[in-house]
T-cell receptor, first 115, second 114 residues
Framework: DSGVTQTPKHLITATGQRVTLRCSPR?????VYWYQQSLDQGLQFLIQ???????AKGNILERFSAQQFPDLHSELNLSSLELGDSALYFC??????????????FGSGTRLTVV | DQQVKQNSPSLSVQEGRISILNCDYT??????FLWYKKYPAEGPTFLIS?????DKNEDGRFTVFLNKSAKHLSLHIVPSQPGDSAVYFC?????????????FGQGTILTVHP
């Protein structure tokens, strides 16, 4: 158990729908990162939050949004879902607003399947 | 544009031998590199990192080598053990250790046979 909790582990939904993925960072970590891993692809950076504020943004689609709440958990909202959004979505966390020499800690991911 | 590439999708090695995983990058601004290991149904786990001011970093059985002129890094595992069988990702940052975003390669599946 890495200490980063992601729910749900699996999600199957239809095209056009909206889903919310949830992430609880390790205790004491202030920064949350979201990554997407599609089939045969490496992890693609989506967005980072630090202590409730957006810190960095990657190639996140406009249909996707995220936020970090006062208790530091984060949610990734995916709307108007398309088949191509099927992927593993990982959350990671770190103490500072950056990764550091020991990387950051990943959760076990949410597998989203859009049918 | 794949800025970090792991050209070998898979590697098979005998237990006790050396495993060498390779990674190439194109962005000359990258100045910090990391390797992650991933088991099925788990998230990636940090393994080892190296700053661009170094050419080698060692941690137990794991050594990472960086060749900046060739824009190439490699991970050596000696000796390889069956428990090392996993997907290995290299990742890079253009912000040193103060990174938020990491750019990942596609991963290499390592299989270590007993």
């Amino acid at each position: 158990d890495s200490g980063v909790t992601q729910t749900p582990k699996h999600l199957i939904t239809a095209t056009g729908q909206r889903v919310t993925l949830r992430c609880s960072p390790r205790s004491g970590d202030l920064s949350v990162y979201w990554y997407q891993q599609s089939l045969d692809q490496g992890l693609q950076f989506l967005i980072q939050y630090y202590n409730g504020e957006e810190r960095a943004k990657g190639n996140i689609l406009e249909r996707f949004s995220a936020q970090q709440f006062p208790d530091l958990h984060s949610e990734l909202n995916l709307s108007s879902l398309e088949l191509g959004d099927s992927a593993l979505y990982f959350c990671a966390s770190s103490v500072e607003g950056w990764g550091g020499s020991n990387g950051y800690t990943f959760g076990s991911g949410t597998r989203l399947t859009v049918v | 544009d794949q800025q970090v590439k792991q050209n070998s999708p898979s590697l098979s090695v005998q237990e006790g031998r050396i495993s060498i995983l390779n990674c190439d990058y194109t962005n000359s601004m990258f100045d910090y590199f990391l390797w992650y290991k991933k088991y099925p149904a788990e998230g990636p786990t940090f393994l080892i990192s190296i700053s661009s001011i170094k050419d080698k970093n060692e941690d137990g059985r794991f050594t990472v080598f960086l060749n900046k002129s060739a824009k190439h890094l490699s991970l050596h595992i000696v000796p390889s053990q069956p428990g090392d069988s996993a997907v290995y990702f290299c990742a890079a940052s253009a912000e040193g250790t103060s990174y938020g975003k990491l750019t990942f390669g596609q991963g290499t599946i390592l299989t270590v046979h007993p």
